[in-house]
């Protein structure tokens, strides 16, 4: 599966800024850019970090790739997987 990433940054309550990629289906991602906000978002509110803050302006498309089995299995589960990057705990 071709998959579309999306490299994000949030500034978190306690100052600390979060980057994480949301992945999505590569055609998801053409359809409708406003779906990776709000798989963004559910992962936010998910963390107790306000979804407001995600914006288009802090996540942005970086690049496709080929899928993982693990990422490719969670994509077809919840149409999204994130990978944590940094201050996501």
């Known amino acids: 599966m071709k998959i579309a990433v ?3 940054y949030v500034r978190r309550p306690d100052g600390r800024r979060m980057h994480f990629d949301i992945l ?8 409708d ?3 990776v906000l709000e798989h963004g ?3 936010l509110a998910a963390k107790g970090v306000p979804p407001e803050q995600l ?3 802090e996540c ?3 690049h ?3 899928a993982l089995p693990q990422v490719e299995a969670e994509i077809a589960e919840t149409g ?5 990057l940094q201050n996501c705990d």
């Open 6 to 8: 999306f490299d994000t």
């Open 24 to 31: 999505v289906r590569d055609q998801d991602a053409d359809k």
């Open 33 to 35: 850019p406003g779906l």
């Open 41 to 43: 978002r559910r992962y």
């Open 55 to 57: 914006t288009s302006q």
């Open 60 to 62: 942005r498309f970086c």
């Open 64 to 66: 496709t790739e080929f």
């Open 80 to 84: 999204f997987a994130i990978i944590e």
